[in-house]
């Protein structure tokens, strides 16, 4: 048994060893392509770069789990959209396709969950305890969120001396009317759920929900029975769907990273370095500094917490789209500790009030380009910008590319011109990585919390501490 075991430790330290020492070697070639020492051999980086993603093949081979698949994915599809970019441009459609089957699943899923969590309980009272303490917390997590965008910027002031591309004048684009709040609140309700379904409006879905919910509550039986046993079956036949598709998941997360490698090239980082640094840096501050130490206050266990949100995360971070890890995330946060009622309540409602990246990142680019145009903005005009936005960033999360919907419009509404969006735009994919991934997991931690301050959590013990 002991030898047996040492075969199986040699044989991993091998296998580590042979993968630490090709990827070495494959960014050693990388970097000496890239600076032009070895023009003579430009088929080494390609090849030891390729030999490294099949050594990584054989590992997810060995651990075959879905997420090591979908990190995998991203890998092989950066160096397909890299090496092949005509290619890899044109695989969008792959992930479009995933995006579309996610998109079928989260209506009726949210509908199930919702019914089943609100009538099967009978416990009105609940309803309205989560959503006053819903919008509490994410009022004041989306708040800090913004402030802390604009420290960021001040500090790092990525739009001081940019020059301005001339083409950029002649550039246009649609720019909504400022959206004042009766607008925003009307846009709550749904007036036909169908077409709340077709448009995507997921906070309408969960407003008609939640209203047929407390309906079907004051329903006395057996019709009662007869919906929820419906609304039941719906959910689980939703969530066995849910898996189906994910199997799909690895080849829209490699399709998606290829088309954006292949469309803009790794080249990109170069231009705006400094704006990605300033916004990358000020997550991970958002993150340590807001999010782990709301974790440390409801004692949630860490690691697990981790492991839990990794897979929804992992897809949201590279189809830039939270509805296409909504249904993971769900199925994850139920299976994590949070009771299924609490979660499709909060995290629907949290892609409307909770976008902490997407806050975050709309203060820091607000002022981003107010520093690439020249103007000066005070204090007071700075802070009236971060209470704008505190309004503008609410129930838009059926909106296409919603932040930089909301960038446009708040640009117009200050003075500010329009011109430093379009250099923006030529990154707004890897910022979209960076801040759908934050909202995702902002949303999954706020179910957390939600359900501790309910009393309703079932974490566990993790073994090994946070």
Known sequence: ?????????????????????????????????????????????????????????????????LTTWILFSMVIGA???????????????????????????????????????????????????????????????????????????????????INLPPTAESEKMDVPPPVGWQE????????????????????QIVVFSILFAIGLALVKEPHKTHMLSFAESLTEVMFKFTGIVMYFAPFAVGAAIAYTVGHMGFGILKNLFSLLATLYVALIVFILGVLLPVALWIKLPIRKFINAVAEPATIAFSTTSSEAALPKALQAMEKFGVPRKIAAFVLPAGYSFNLDGSTLYLSLATIFVAQAAGVHLDIGQQVLILLT????????????????????ATATSFGLPVEPIFIILGIDELMDMARTTVNLVGNCLASCVIAKWEGEADFGKEEEGI
């Not at 060893?17 to 990827?23: G, Y």
């Not at 890239?34 to 023009?39: R, T």
């Not at 792959?94 to 949210?110: E, N, Q, R, Y």
């Open 1 to 65: 048994m002991q030898q047996q075991e040492n075969t199986g430790f040699s044989i991993r330290s091998k296998f580590l060893l042979l993968s630490a020492i090709t990827i070495l070697l494959a960014i050693m070639a990388t970097l000496a392509e890239n600076y032009g020492w070895i023009q003579n051999l430009p088929w080494l980086a390609p090849v030891l770069r390729w030999a490294a993603i099949l050594v990584l093949s054989y590992g997810c081979w060995r651990r075959n789990s």
């Open 79 to 161: 160096e397909f959209g890299y090496d092949f970019p005509a290619i890899g441009s044109e695989m969008k459609i792959v992930s479009k396709i995933f995006l579309k089957l996610i998109k079928t699943i989260i209506a009726p899923l949210i509908f199930g969950t919702l019914v089943v969590g609100i009538a099967g309980h009978s416990d009105l009272k609940q309803v309205g305890r989560m959503g006053w303490k819903s919008i509490l917390y994410f009022e004041i997590v989306t708040t800090v969120a913004l402030f802390i965008g604009l420290f960021a910027i001040n500090i790092s002031k990525a739009g001081v001396g």
């Open 184 to 203: 925003t609140v009307l846009h709550i309700f749904p007036e036909n759920i169908a077409k709340s379904i077709a448009d995507g409006q997921v906070l």
């Open 389 to 408: 936005l505190m309004l503008t960033t609410k129930g838009i999360a059926g909106v296409p590319r919603a932040s930089l919907v909301i960038l446009m």
